[in-house]
């Protein structure tokens, strides 16, 4: 235990994901140590993110205004919305640079286990963006795990009736392993969504 | 934590006097040490931990309800891969650790999980029975072979099609409360034990634990129709023949029973009951 403040700061920092004890000491002292100005530089951007960030209210994206960036875009394909979990999908799949329409963010999977189901998602809203008909492919990009697959399949029979085109991306071998490593679940997933080898 | 006269084993010097060598085995098991086992379970649930490793409980042959750390296991290179999702019966090898067991290697046997992702009823069903296989092995590596053999039966039943997922769930929840020592009376009445003996017994009192006759009848107790009792009492026997020809309405009103029963007696709400939909 340290005097006030820097046992203050310790505690703090030790609250963040994937910072143990040992870590927020480091970082503390770290802090303690560096050139005053970057430490006030970071002070700055912690309050700032947390004074002008807030969601999307369309897409459920983070946001700097009332609507995100993507959203905001008139160059996005506005027949196209792919469904995530969560923003830092979004900003997994931009990275890519392959998808030109726009996201919707769940705010997570459901998974009844932890109370979640699909009332506690961003659902409701889902359905309201795709009620007037303007979009027509749902892509559900809903995480490659069983509570992200229940998700997908709630979401694919939810929208069924309004005959959109639902897909799913591939999910399956890992790009520079070897077959004979994967495991039967992943290996499963690979040969159900098999493509065509054209040639 | 209690104290401990000096370090752990890992610490201990190899020229220990035989009087404390003696206590070596005890004192292993107590806080692990360097210690494998090796057990097969069924995935009940994960949780994240940290950037890329998860809290996964499973509920183990041998060793009964066990959490232990997957590290790593949420990275898409991680050797785990797809093989401790919930639902899948795994063969594992554990290293003791000071608090978390420590999941070192992973085989599927079967995994019960695949058929379920495509199919909403059959997965909520599904997650209700691990949230109530976890309640129902409430202590810590206590040995719970009749519960392990049950989840498993109830899984395999559950990936067969022309099984109805929500009278696959019933009975299984009637079935582990059975092992668990809580099956509700069906044939007797619940608090004088008088038996039906064809007369049929009025009410269904939760808290007395099951059918009640019309002398022990407590006010408020609810009053299912024959059917649904005989429902129950087919689910109980895994008298598959009997209970796939009942009536949909006797099965609602059997679930709506089993449902409110369970979590009287486990004390405790099964959070995914709530999400389990009927096909
Ligand atoms: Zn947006
Ligand atoms: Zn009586």
Redesign the interface.
């Known amino acids: 235990m340290y005097e006030g403040v820097i046992q203050h700061l310790i505690d703090e920092l030790g609250r963040l994901?994937?910072v143990g004890p040992k870590g927020a000491q480091r970082i503390a002292f770290h802090l303690l140590a560096a050139d005053p100005e970057d430490v006030k530089r970071l002070a700055a951007a912690l309050v700032e993110v947390t004074e002008r960030v807030r969601f999307c209210r369309t897409c459920g994206n983070v946001a700097e205004a009332d609507e995100c960036r993507i959203c905001l875009d008139p160059r996005r394909d506005l027949s196209v919305i792919c469904v995530v979990e969560e923003p830092k999908d979004v900003a997994a799949i931009e990275k890519i640079r392959e998808f030109r329409g726009r996201y919707h963010v769940l705010g997570g999977a459901?998974s009844?286990?932890?109370?979640v189901?699909p009332d506690e998602l961003r659902i409701r809203e889902l359905m309201t963006r795709l009620s007037d008909g303007t979009v027509t492919e749902l892509i559900l990009a809903t995480d490659p795990?069983?509570e992200g697959?229940?998700t997908a399949?709630?979401l694919a029979?939810l929208v069924k009736p309004m005959g959109l085109r639902v897909t799913r991306p591939a999910s399956g071998l890992?790009v520079g392993?070897d077959l004979e490593?994967?495991?039967?679940?992943?290996l499963?997933?690979a040969f159900e969504g098999r493509r065509l080898l054209d040639v | 934590m209690p104290p401990r006269d000096g370090a752990g084993p890992r610490q201990r010097p190899r020229y220990f006097p035989l009087r404390r060598i003696r206590q070596l085995p005890q004192a292993v098991r107590d806080n692990g040490g360097v210690h494998q086992y090796r057990d097969d379970g069924v995935v009940l649930r994960t949780q994240k931990l940290g950037e890329a490793d998860r809290i996964v409980t499973v509920l183990c042959r041998t060793t009964g309800r066990v959490r232990a750390v997957a590290k790593g296991v949420r990275r898409t290179k991680s050797r785990f891969g797809g093989r401790l999702e919930p639902f899948t019966h795994v063969d594992l090898m554990f290293h003791s650790g000071r608090s978390l067991d420590i999941i070192t290697q992973a085989e599927v046997i079967r995994p019960y999980g695949a058929p379920l992702g495509g199919d909403y009823p059959r997965y909520t069903a599904g997650v209700a029975m691990l949230e109530t296989a976890e309640r129902l092995t409430p202590v810590d590596k206590e040995p719970a072979l009749r519960q392990f053999l049950l989840l498993i039966g109830g899984l395999r039943a559950l990936g067969e099609e022309e099984r109805e997922p929500r009278l696959v769930l019933d009975a299984y929840l009637l079935r582990s409360l059975a092992v668990a020592g809580y099956a509700p009376a069906l044939e007797e009445c619940a608090r004088c034990g008088a038996k039906s003996n064809g007369a049929r017994l009025p009410a269904f009192a939760i808290a007395a634990g099951g059918m009640v006759c019309a002398s022990c009848r407590p006010p408020g107790a609810a009053s299912p129709s024959p059917q649904t009792v005989a429902l129950m009492l087919a689910l109980l026997q895994g008298d598959w023949e009997a209970a796939g020809r009942s009536e949909r309405r006797h099965r609602v009103e059997c679930s709506g029973l089993v449902a409110a029963y369970l979590q009287w007696h486990l004390e405790h709400s099964i959070r995914s009951l709530r999400h389990v939909e009927r096909a």
């Open positions: 994901p994937g459901i009844p286990i932890d109370g189901g795990n069983l697959e229940a399949t709630y029979r890992p392993g490593y994967a495991d039967e679940v992943t499963g997933r």
